[in-house]
């Protein structure tokens, strides 16, 4: 009861404190106006021993416990100044995203940077729970925090509200600020652990080996992999170089291993979200075993090809499928 | 908090031992050995812990040891409350704290623990080198907790930037120090170990407790008199009067009914001056004979001793004003008169005899029995020393027949001794004599051996009369001081040695450096505070004010250091304002720069929109990416970017 009515008005805040809608625009400079200070736990130790002191040193009548308290009273001043300078006008933008499987975990990439001639020293940037990423600026440069958020659905994962403090120096005062940046990841639907073989059926199911790739056309090379045909090994460009890997030919044409993953071939009974999953475990297959695919989805129609461009055509196709709607 | 639970580093360890280390030496004469002792051990333990990369001890052992220690400090002192016993117990608990650094909240704690034995050390001791040690303490500890922080800096570092933030805190230090609004204490009770063991006249004087205080050069009180200094020899500092003898000793006779206010007319000239006296944990105050006025929060016993209702525990500075020539107790009681006539039945036969004598021939005259008394005195040729010899039952006799050596305390009680036998009222005073004008303040310094006893005789129709019987043999320890009035090759104490001129001349600068601390420092009191308040024009400030002007001036402060701390924010990149420049000017032709475009991209970019000025762009942007990213720029790059800038007009 008591945790709940604390996380709301923790909420209202924040939302309170961020002042503008998320997400804002790039870059986001981190004014006096948004950054907040308060003591730490160990702050309020402080304050509390200096008030001991100062009640000993009144009433012994110790003049030189007067100037010790007010001497570190003055520090804890000079600690607020410094703790808030530190956090004070850095200034952030949205760096990367990679993409991700649902399931795994987003990275999302900040860039800070510090317009100022001194190091900012241990920044922590942290969203919600998530375990805090510490750095430091260095005069006149720029860092970049990358901050892991668990992706748990398909679609777009716009990047969360992020919380970036520091309590240097003296650990007695916290400076914090938050921030809404303009960063998604695109997260694919999770590769079903079980999926129906690839549709090798079907107008183009041709050619005769399931490992074979089209035996037409010469197209280029590659890296070996263990399942090569031996036939398919480049030996006069193995030959070429000294101690190379060994790499495969790689041929296409009419002839090549050609599949269609079409929505429709799954049966009704699979939903959404697993004929999602589902394809995107054969796209990945076929990727690997090198066939040229293509994919009929309700919206979205790929001609048949092959590479990391394809894939993430396709991936990319998966995620967002219906994500409008959503 | 992550933070607060996060483990001690190796380096961290380090900081919290040297800090420990510095904030517990400086009470080793304070605590007992063993305590010492167990803490040293504490202490190399957490070095080879640190060192070695041991595991800590257990919980259990450490909760052992805290029982141990607790009881080891009620055991020696029968409590753990008080002054030493609470020192002694926050060394314990720094000592095992130390044993058990697991979390950065635990470095926190060792850092406070360490402030309040900072504290602790002014309870013993307030003087400049104490301040100067406690003040590296406090550097070491606020390092220390910066280490805590962010451990990656080496020490000289961490030092450095404790240093300068404690001298950012210096401002608001000396503002609080001198606004702050004072509450004289105590606020509770002190426990009385505070003043065990004060070097200082007591209430009782027997042969030899004088001299015993001729050997400390330990300052009683300073005194700044408002115009001349009076001659050496009127230099009387009153202190406990005693009447009553037992035989060997004078005691304080317990005065009922004192005086509220000054019970004898002014005669005469008067003197002003005021006294810092040194706290020696008793009730009496030090007057110039006789006091004119009453310091506040005192009165004046029925003999004439101003006595403070508080015991003095604290430095204590009083305005006073003396009128060398009153003339006291014209009309004593007649209670007050026999108390200083009574002796013991019995003991020294041979000055009563003398005093019957006396008395037979002068009867009531009690000025021809006072001439008769000090000629007699002068005529045994008695020596002042500062070793007299033992003495037996009967004191007087034996001082003035036999041994004929003695120190003031002897004169003083023979003399007493010899008008009360001769039937004339008589009483000791012991106080200070005299005293040393240091010439660097000009404040006269009365220091322990000035101590000094005298008689006090009465004569009808002419008061209480002072008669000083150690003048009479050793003219002058009064007129000049003791060193003079003592025999060559007697152990004085260093100070009051007549020889050493350059030594003395040092250790008056230094005394007068220690004065103007006392003073201004430690001495700076509510009264001292509402003084300095009124010559600044704050007539009659109560707390309220005082808090508003505190909190303008730190206001005014806090501004000011954060204009300071923030200053670089104002100055930008010279290179960066030039670039800015450059870029809105192209942007009014609509070539706006994004913020992530490298300098050479967004160049080509314009210079394709621009041709005609393609080659000075490509110009502009490669001085600048040079100026910003290049690993040597040239050293006048940046005019050369700043003066194509501005002829730049696309």
């Given at each position: 009861m008591l945790a709940s009515l604390r996380r709301r008005l923790h909420e209202t805040f924040v939302r309170w404190a961020l002042?503008?809608?998320?997400?804002?625009?790039?870059?986001?400079v981190l004014t006096q106006r948004r950054v907040y200070v308060l003591p730490t736990r160990a702050g309020i130790a402080y304050a509390v021993a200096l008030g001991i002191i100062l009640l000993g040193a009144m009433n012994y009548n110790l003049s030189l416990g007067h100037a010790l308290v007010f001497l570190l009273g003055g520090l804890g001043i000079v600690a607020i100044l410094h703790t808030f300078r530190n956090l004070v006008l850095v200034s952030m933008r949205p760096g990367r995203c990679e993409p991700v499987f649902a399931g795994g975990v987003a990275r999302f990439a900040m860039v800070l940077e510090n317009r100022r001639a001194e190091e900012r020293t241990s920044l922590r940037l942290f969203i919600d729970d998530e375990t805090p990423v510490e750095i430091d600026i260095g005069p006149h440069a720029s860092t970049v925090a990358t901050l892991s958020v668990p992706?748990?659905?398909?679609?777009w994962l716009p990047m969360p509200r992020l919380t970036i403090e520091t309590t240097w120096p003296l650990g007695l005062v916290r400076a914090w600020s938050y921030a809404a940046p303009d960063l998604n990841c695109l997260v694919y639907p999770a590769p079903a652990a079980k999926a129906p073989p690839l549709p090798w059926g079907g107008a183009s199911a041709q050619g005769s080996t399931r490992d074979g790739r089209g035996a037409d056309d010469f197209s280029g090379l590659r890296g070996h992999q263990v399942?090569?045909?031996?036939?398919?090994?480049a030996w006069k460009a193995v030959a070429r170089q000294q101690d190379g890997p060994l790499l495969t030919k790689l041929f296409s044409g009419a002839t090549a291993q050609r599949i269609w993953l079409d929505?429709?071939?799954?049966?009704?009974?699979?939903?959404t979200e697993q004929r999602l999953s589902i394809l995107a475990r054969w796209m990945i297959d076929a990727e690997a075993n090198g066939l040229a695919w293509g994919l009929r989805m309700p919206a979205v129609r790929l001609a048949p090809d092959n590479g990391p461009a394809q894939i993430s055509a396709g991936l990319r196709a998966l995620a967002l499928h219906n994500h409008g709607a959503r | 908090m992550a933070r607060a639970s996060r483990p001690v580093s190796r380096r961290q360890a380090w900081w919290l031992l040297a800090t420990a280390l510095a904030a517990s030496l400086p009470l080793v004469p304070q605590v007992p050995p063993w305590l010492s002792l167990a803490t040293a051990t504490a202490f190399i333990w957490r070095a080879a812990l640190t060192w070695r990369q041991w595991h800590l001890p257990p919980r259990w052992l450490l909760v052992l040891l805290v029982i141990a220690g607790t009881a080891g400090v009620v055991l020696q002192?029968?409590?753990?409350?008080?002054r030493t016993p609470g020192i002694a117990m926050l060394v314990v608990f720094l000592a095992l704290k130390l044993l058990e650094l697991r979390a950065a909240r635990d470095a926190v704690a060792t850092a406070l623990l360490c402030y309040f034995l900072v504290l602790g050390q002014f309870l013993f001791t307030q003087t400049i080198p104490t301040a100067i040690l406690a003040g590296l303490t406090v550097l070491i500890t606020t390092a220390a907790l910066l280490a805590a922080s962010?451990?990656?800096?080496p020490p000289q570092q961490q030092l450095r930037r404790a240093a300068l933030m404690l001298a950012q805190a210096l401002p608001f230090m000396l503002l609080l120090f001198l606004l702050f609004p004072r509450v004289q204490g105590p606020l509770w009770g002190i426990p009385q170990?505070?003043?065990?063991a004060v070097s200082g006249l007591s209430d009782t004087l027997s042969p030899g407790s004088i001299a015993q205080l001729s050997q400390s050069d330990a300052v009683a009180f300073r005194v700044r008199f408002k115009g001349e200094v009076p001659p050496q020899s009127q230099l009387y500092w009153r202190g406990p009067v005693m009447s009553s003898f037992d035989g060997r000793s004078w005691r304080v006779t317990q005065t009922s009914g004192a005086y509220a206010e000054i019970p004898y007319a002014g005669v005469g000239a008067s003197v002003d001056y005021e006294v810092t006296l040194e706290p020696h944990g008793k009730f009496w105050l030090f007057a110039l004979e006789l006091p004119a006025t009453l310091p506040p929060n005192s009165a004046l016993t029925s003999d004439y001793q101003p006595i403070a209702?508080?015991?003095?525990r604290n430095r204590l500075r009083y305005a006073q004003r003396a009128w060398p020539e009153a003339v006291a107790g014209?009309?004593?009681?007649p209670r007050m008169l026999r108390d200083a006539l009574t002796l013991p039945t019995d003991g020294n036969p041979r000055m009563r005899a003398i005093g019957a004598a006396w008395r037979t021939q002068h009867g009531d005259d009690g000025a021809a029995i006072l001439a008769a008394a000090e000629d007699f005195f002068a005529r045994q040729l008695l020596i002042y020393t500062l070793n007299p010899p033992l003495l037996g039952p009967d004191t007087v006799d034996e001082f003035l027949f036999d041994t004929k050596r003695g120190f003031c305390e002897h004169f003083a009680a023979a003399f007493v001794f010899a008008l009360r036998a001769a039937g004339v009222p008589a009483r000791v005073v012991a106080g200070y004599q005299g005293g040393e004008v240091?010439?660097?303040?000009g404040y006269l310094v009365v220091r322990q051996y000035d101590a000094h006893a005298w008689a006090e005789i009465w004569i009808a129709g002419r008061g209480w009369i002072r008669i000083d019987p150690t003048a009479i043999s050793a003219p002058r320890r009064v007129s000049s001081n003791l060193a003079a009035a003592i025999p060559a090759g007697e152990g004085l104490p260093f100070l009051a040695r007549a020889d050493l001129a350059w030594l003395r001349e040092l250790r008056h600068r230094l005394d007068a450096v220690t004065n103007g601390w006392n003073q201004w420092?430690?001495?700076?009191n509510p009264q001292r505070q509402r003084d300095l308040l009124a010559t600044l024009g704050?007539?009659?400030?109560?707390w309220r004010s005082m808090t508003a002007v505190l909190s303008v001036l730190c206001g005014g402060v806090m501004l000011g250091l954060t204009a300071w701390i923030l200053?670089?924010?104002?100055?930008?990149d010279p290179a960066l304002a030039a670039w800015r420049r450059f870029t809105a000017r192209l942007a009014r032709r609509g070539i706006v720069w994004r913020t992530w475009e490298g300098p050479l991209a967004f160049a080509e970019r314009a210079a394709r929109h621009i041709p005609t000025h393609a080659e000075r762009i490509g110009e502009i942007a490669a001085l600048y990416a040079r100026l910003r990213y290049g690993p040597a720029p040239q050293a006048d790059d940046l005019a050369q970017l700043k003066t194509r800038i501005a002829a730049f007009k696309p």
């Open positions: 002042r503008v809608r998320p997400p804002e625009p790039a870059p986001i992706a748990a659905r398909r679609g399942a090569d045909s031996p036939h398919h090994v929505w429709e071939a799954l049966p009704d009974t699979v939903d | 002192y029968r409590t753990i409350f008080g962010d451990d990656r800096p170990d505070r003043f065990s209702r508080q015991a003095v014209v009309n004593e009681t240091n010439p660097v303040d420092v430690l001495g700076y704050m007539s009659e400030p109560d200053r670089k924010r104002l100055r930008i």
